[in-house]
């Protein structure tokens, strides 16, 4: 869990640091903090929401990614899931059980997104559909 976790803690951090720094040196920031809203505010309410988008679209694919570094997590630590299942499914020739993996790793890709996406609408305004 530890060396998955690594990986994807690291890439998201990056990126929402180098969003919010981005996002602070945004004239908008500058005119907030001039009207004497605290930082606290302007780093909650305004900031981070705008940042958010990109740390969470990282963080998305990151999960994904781990779905296959879950394969091979569980084969060296000889873990019960669907890496060991997958695996033996394959080497079976077992053409049902690799369907419902493949089906079942859609399915988790396809919900991730979904929830990313309306995070990030929920998050930034600007990127609602109309």
Known sequence: MIALLINGVTGGAQQIRSAVIKQLERDYVRTLRSRG?????????????????????VLSLQLIGMLGGVVIIEQIFALPGMGPLAVAATSQSDQPVVMGVVMYTVAVVIVVN???DLLNGWLNPKVRAS
Request: proline residues 4%; without cysteine; charged residues 20%.
């Open 37 to 57: 809203i605290g930082e606290r505010e302007v780093l909650f309410k305004h900031v981070l929401r705008s940042a958010a988008p990109a740390g969470l679209t």
């Open 114 to 116: 979904l929830i990313v």
